[in-house]
């Protein structure tokens, strides 16, 4: 009889679109997996509806207002403990409820929880890339520290993972391996000019051909800069640089990436482009379960188109590499400005076409340091929001 191991997982971002494919994965597996720790930022309606259904022993709502009302709303299910504030989210992100925890909130404010949970050594799913381009070393050190299992969840982390012996994901060249091949879509305007990307919609801009995804991520696949930050990802994750990754636009999205051998093999991992692929996973390794995705069907997708990434249209993709060279403070800067450089662009506030123009003076008028602590992680963080925020002001008179 083969026994299974119950995982106990807390979904940080729970009701977000990585959260939500989280927990339908988890929904077909009631005899793998239960819910310790439910979290999100205002979304009170649909954290009642989760709360019912998953049961978790803990409700976290970043916000201290939606907190209170998620509390009046769950009073008939008193076996859920609703606490709120970001050092709840730590809270129970490090806890020994849980073994495994969803990193799923969207941006830089996912990176003290998702590092509690790595500091705890716990299978840590990672989907906020942006945690782990901010803070790089100091992050993988603290993996390394701990002996938390971070399995990366973006499809294409995922896919280079699942591509690559697994006792050599930090040793590349001991595996023989000679090239990563990065897959990216190209997001919604990649056949654009560059003058008419002056004029592109929020509307547009997150309505990605081939995922369905919150809308931060998708305005970085329509810049580019969602490749960017996962280059760093992947030459943090796999121990190597950006000379060794090569960014493939891949239109179809069905090849998520692939792994180059010295014997001239080249893996690939395919599948349909549904994030509970990858979730699942992560979930489950090193076992494989079903998690609800259609079945490739290459006869109706019939023939797969690659292209070089135009860096001319979308400079985001070099300014993320230069960013990694410069290394210190540098990427952790180039986070915060690219988020806020997003949001305006969300809320009507800067053109499309000025989000790389605002992370590249963000990044000049920031000093690099040496990203010797969290703290200073933080503080240059928090100088780059306010330099990027002047430079869209300025742009705006
Ligand atoms: P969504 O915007 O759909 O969801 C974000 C989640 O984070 C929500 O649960 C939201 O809560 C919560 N959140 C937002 N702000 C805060 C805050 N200040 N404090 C605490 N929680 C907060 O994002 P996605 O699911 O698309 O992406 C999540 C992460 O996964 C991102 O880092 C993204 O890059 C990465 N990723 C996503 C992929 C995808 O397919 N979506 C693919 C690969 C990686 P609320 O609902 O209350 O606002
Ligand atoms: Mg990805």
């Not at 509307?203 to 081939?210: D, I, R, S, W």
Request: proline content about 6%; glycine content about 8%.
């Amino acid at each position: 009889m083969v026994t299974i191991v119950k995982r106990r997982v807390s979904i940080l971002g729970a009701t977000g679109s990585i959260g939500l494919s989280t927990l339908d994965v988890i929904r077909r597996h009631p005899d793998r997996f239960s819910v310790s720790a439910l979290t999100a930022s205002t979304s009170v309606d649909s954290m009642v509806e989760l709360c019912h259904e998953f049961r978790p022993r803990y409700a976290v709502m970043a916000d201290e207002n939606a907190a209170a009302e998620l509390s009046r709303a769950l009073g008939d299910l008193p076996s859920v403990a609703v606490l709120g504030g970001s050092e709840a989210l730590c809270q129970v992100a490090g806890d020994g409820d849980s073994d495994t925890v969803m990193a799923a909130i969207v941006g830089a404010v996912g990176l003290p929880p998702t590092l509690a949970a790595v500091r705890a050594g716990k299978r840590v799913l990672l989907a906020n890339k942006e945690a782990l381009v901010m803070s790089g070393k100091l992050f993988m050190d603290a993996v390394l520290a701990s002996g938390a299992d971070v399995l990366p969840i973006d499809s294409e982390h995922n896919a280079i993972f699942q591509c690559m012996p697994p006792d050599k994901i930090r040793d590349t060249r001991g595996a023989g391996i000679t090239r990563i091949l990065l897959t990216a879509s190209g997001g919604p305007f990649r056949t654009h000019s560059a003058e008419s990307l002056r004029n592109v919609l929020p509307a547009e801009a997150c309505n990605h051909p081939n995922w369905s995804m919150g809308q931060k991520i998708s305005v970085d696949s329509a810049t580019l800069m969602n490749k960017g930050l996962e280059l760093i990802e992947a030459c943090w994750l796999f121990n190597t640089t950006p000379e060794m990754i090569e960014v493939h636009v891949h239109p179809e999205s069905i090849i998520h990436s692939m792994v180059e051998y010295a014997d001239g093999s080249v893996l690939a991992q395919l599948g349909s482009p549904d994030m509970r692929t990858p979730i699942a996973n992560g979930l489950a390794w090193p076992e494989r379960i079903e998690a609800g995705v259609a079945p490739l069907d290459l006869f109706r997708i019939g023939q797969f188109h690659f292209e070089r990434p135009d860096l001319e249209r979308f400079p985001c993709l070099k300014l993320a590499a230069e960013a990694f060279h410069k290394g210190g403070t540098a990427p952790a800067v180039m986070n915060a400005a690219n988020e806020e450089a997003v949001s305006a662009f969300l809320s009507g506030n800067l053109c499309f076409a000025d989000i790389p123009l605002i992370i590249e003076r963000t990044l000049a008028a920031t000093e690099v340091v040496p990203a010797d602590s969290f703290d200073t992680i933080f503080a240059k963080d928090a100088e780059g929001r306010v330099v990027a925020r002047e430079q869209i002001r300025a742009l705006a008179v």
